[in-house]
C-alpha cells in the first residue's frame, strides 16, 4: 500500500530535542484530524522511542536520530524512529516491563509505553549498527466518528 503523505525528519540525539520530535510528528498527523487522545498516545510513544535512543542509542556520545512517518488512506500512521547506535542485544528482553540497561533512573517502562498506546509495534536492532523502532496506530475518520 502507497502513502498519501510521508514525511522524514533527522537531529542530534540531545534530550533537547525530544520535544521538537514529538511536536513535529504530532502536527504532521494532525492532518487527519485526530482525537485528543489519539495525539497524545502518538506523541508518548514517539517521546519514548527518541528517549531510548538519546539514553541507550548514543550513551555518553551524540548521534543522529530519524524519523519518517507515513500515513495512508485507510487512516493508518506508521513512524519509523531509528538510530545508528549500539544496538541491542536482546530485543525480547528489552521489550520487559522494568528491564533497563540505564541504571537507577530508569524505570524500564519505555517499549511497554510504546505498546500500551499504539496499535503495533515493532523493534529490529543490529549490534554496533542501530535500533529501528515502527510505531502503527490507526485514527478513525471523523466521518466515521461522528456516524
Known amino acids: ?47 519514548e522511542a527518541v528517549t531510548n535512543c538519546i539514553v541507550h542509542a548514543y550513551k555518553n556520545s551524540i548521534g543522529t536520530i530519524y524519523i519518517s512517518v507515513q500515513i495512508f488512506d485507510t487512516g493508518r500512521i506508521t513512524i519509523k524512529i531509528r538510530d545508528k547506535g549500539v544496538g541491542i542485544p536482546n530485543i525480547k528482553k ?37 535500533t529501528t523502532v515502527t510505531l502503527e496506530k490507526d485514527i478513525i475518520p471523523r466521518v466515521l466518528r461522528n456516524g
Open 1 to 47: 500500500m502507497k502513502p498519501v503523505n510521508e514525511m522524514k525528519i533527522e537531529f542530534v540525539s540531545r534530550s533537547s530535542n525530544e520535544s521538537f520530535a514529538r511536536a513535529t510528528v504530532a502536527a504532521f498527523v494532525s492532518q487527519l484530524d485526530p482525537t485528543i487522545s489519539e495525539l497524545a498516545d502518538i506523541k508518548t510513544a514517539v517521546s
Open 94 to 130: 528489552a521489550m520487559e516491563p522494568l528491564f533497563t540497561t540505564g541504571g537507577d533512573e530508569r524505570a524500564g517502562l519505555g517499549f511497554a509505553v510504546m505498546q500500551s498506546f499504539m496499535d503495533k509495534i515493532k523493534v529490529t536492532s543490529k549490534i554496533d549498527k542501530g
